[in-house]
Protein backbone atom coordinates (compact mmCIF):
# COMPACT_ATOMS: atom_id res chain seq x y z
CA UNK A 1 0.00 0.00 0.00
CA UNK A 2 1.30 3.27 -0.76
CA UNK A 3 -1.18 6.35 -0.26
CA UNK A 4 -1.25 9.07 -3.16
CA UNK A 5 -1.76 11.69 -0.24
CA UNK A 6 -3.83 12.76 2.53
CA UNK A 7 -7.24 12.49 1.47
CA UNK A 8 -8.76 14.85 4.34
CA UNK A 9 -8.64 14.91 8.17
CA UNK A 10 -12.04 14.35 10.10
CA UNK A 11 -12.84 16.42 13.19
CA UNK A 12 -15.25 15.91 15.21
CA UNK A 13 -18.05 18.89 16.27
CA UNK A 14 -20.43 19.72 18.72
CA UNK A 15 -22.34 22.24 16.27
CA UNK A 16 -21.78 22.27 12.25
CA UNK A 17 -22.66 25.84 11.74
CA UNK A 18 -20.35 27.34 14.43
CA UNK A 19 -17.58 25.29 13.28
CA UNK A 20 -18.09 26.14 9.30
CA UNK A 21 -18.56 29.96 10.58
CA UNK A 22 -14.44 29.94 12.16
CA UNK A 23 -13.30 27.54 9.31
CA UNK A 24 -14.99 30.75 6.88
CA UNK A 25 -14.46 34.09 8.88
CA UNK A 26 -11.36 33.37 10.76
CA UNK A 27 -9.24 30.86 8.54
CA UNK A 28 -10.61 32.19 5.09
CA UNK A 29 -11.56 29.06 3.95
CA UNK A 30 -15.24 28.39 2.05
CA UNK A 31 -17.34 25.29 3.00
CA UNK A 32 -18.41 23.72 -0.44
CA UNK A 33 -20.62 21.03 0.69
CA UNK A 34 -22.57 19.80 3.09
CA UNK A 35 -23.42 15.97 3.27
CA UNK A 36 -25.48 14.02 5.71
CA UNK A 37 -24.57 9.98 5.94
CA UNK A 38 -27.68 8.47 7.47
CA UNK A 39 -25.85 5.15 7.95
CA UNK A 40 -23.24 6.89 10.19
CA UNK A 41 -25.62 9.07 11.79
CA UNK A 42 -23.59 12.27 10.74
CA UNK A 43 -23.59 15.04 8.95
CA UNK A 44 -20.42 16.44 7.40
CA UNK A 45 -18.99 19.96 6.02
CA UNK A 46 -16.08 20.02 3.94
CA UNK A 47 -13.20 22.67 3.18
CA UNK A 48 -9.93 22.18 0.71
CA UNK A 49 -6.67 23.19 2.15
CA UNK A 50 -4.19 22.42 -0.74
CA UNK A 51 -5.14 19.08 -2.08
CA UNK A 52 -6.26 17.89 1.16
CA UNK A 53 -9.82 18.39 2.47
CA UNK A 54 -10.90 18.88 6.25
CA UNK A 55 -14.42 17.25 7.18
CA UNK A 56 -16.25 18.61 9.88
CA UNK A 57 -18.73 15.69 11.44
CA UNK A 58 -21.53 16.89 13.21
CA UNK A 59 -23.40 13.81 14.97
CA UNK A 60 -27.21 13.52 14.19
CA UNK A 61 -27.69 10.78 17.10
CA UNK A 62 -25.74 10.84 20.36
CA UNK A 63 -25.51 6.77 20.10
CA UNK A 64 -23.54 7.25 16.51
CA UNK A 65 -20.00 7.19 16.40
CA UNK A 66 -19.44 10.89 16.50
CA UNK A 67 -21.83 11.28 19.36
CA UNK A 68 -20.62 9.07 21.19
CA UNK A 69 -16.46 9.85 20.03
CA UNK A 70 -17.59 13.77 21.56
CA UNK A 71 -19.30 12.46 24.76
CA UNK A 72 -16.18 10.34 25.52
CA UNK A 73 -12.93 12.60 24.57
CA UNK A 74 -15.03 15.98 23.20
CA UNK A 75 -14.34 17.48 20.19
CA UNK A 76 -11.64 17.41 18.30
CA UNK A 77 -9.04 15.52 15.19
CA UNK A 78 -11.24 12.33 15.13
CA UNK A 79 -9.24 11.03 11.99
CA UNK A 80 -6.88 10.92 8.84
CA UNK A 81 -7.83 9.86 5.75
CA UNK A 82 -5.63 8.12 3.35
CA UNK A 83 -6.04 7.96 -0.51
CA UNK A 84 -5.14 4.41 -1.97
CA UNK A 85 -5.38 3.08 -5.36
CA UNK A 86 -6.99 -0.08 -4.77
CA UNK A 87 -8.90 -0.06 -1.24
CA UNK A 88 -9.21 -4.22 -1.64
CA UNK A 89 -6.13 -4.31 -1.49
CA UNK A 90 -5.15 -2.39 0.74
CA UNK A 91 -7.07 -3.27 3.52
CA UNK A 92 -5.60 -7.20 2.39
CA UNK A 93 -2.11 -6.11 3.00
CA UNK A 94 -2.86 -3.90 6.14
CA UNK A 95 -4.54 -7.11 7.23
CA UNK A 96 -1.25 -9.20 6.55
CA UNK A 97 0.40 -6.20 8.50
CA UNK A 98 -1.19 -7.02 11.62
CA UNK A 99 -3.69 -4.32 11.96
CA UNK A 100 -7.11 -4.96 12.62
CA UNK A 101 -9.74 -3.95 10.47
CA UNK A 102 -13.26 -2.14 11.35
CA UNK A 103 -14.38 -2.40 8.04
CA UNK A 104 -13.06 -5.64 6.08
CA UNK A 105 -14.87 -4.65 2.97
CA UNK A 106 -15.19 -1.32 1.80
CA UNK A 107 -18.37 1.02 2.07
CA UNK A 108 -19.82 3.99 0.41
CA UNK A 109 -18.59 7.59 1.90
CA UNK A 110 -18.86 10.90 1.34
CA UNK A 111 -18.52 12.67 -1.92
CA UNK A 112 -18.82 9.26 -3.32
CA UNK A 113 -15.63 7.72 -2.35
CA UNK A 114 -15.30 3.91 -1.32
CA UNK A 115 -13.74 3.73 2.26
CA UNK A 116 -12.49 1.59 5.39
CA UNK A 117 -11.13 2.44 8.55
CA UNK A 118 -8.44 0.71 10.37
CA UNK A 119 -8.79 0.12 14.23
CA UNK A 120 -7.16 2.91 16.42
CA UNK A 121 -6.31 -0.06 18.72
CA UNK A 122 -3.55 -1.47 15.86
CA UNK A 123 -2.82 2.10 14.48
CA UNK A 124 -0.74 3.76 17.56
CA UNK A 125 -3.89 4.93 18.47
CA UNK A 126 -5.22 7.00 15.27
CA UNK A 127 -7.95 6.45 13.66
CA UNK A 128 -7.10 5.46 9.78
CA UNK A 129 -9.40 5.47 7.09
CA UNK A 130 -8.40 4.63 3.88
CA UNK A 131 -10.30 6.26 0.47
CA UNK A 132 -10.45 5.58 -3.07
CA UNK A 133 -12.08 7.64 -5.73
CA UNK A 134 -13.72 4.90 -7.98
CA UNK A 135 -14.74 7.92 -10.59
CA UNK A 136 -11.48 9.21 -10.63
Given at each position: ?27 GLECYAVEEV ?78 AFLHPKSTGG ?11
Amino acid sequence: MKPSHIEHIGIAVKNLEDSISYYEKVLGLECYAVEEVKDQKVKTAFFKVGQTKIELLESTDPEGPIGKFIEKRGEGVHHIAFAVENLENALAEAEANGIQLIDKQPRKGTEGLHIAFLHPKSTGGVLTELCENKAG
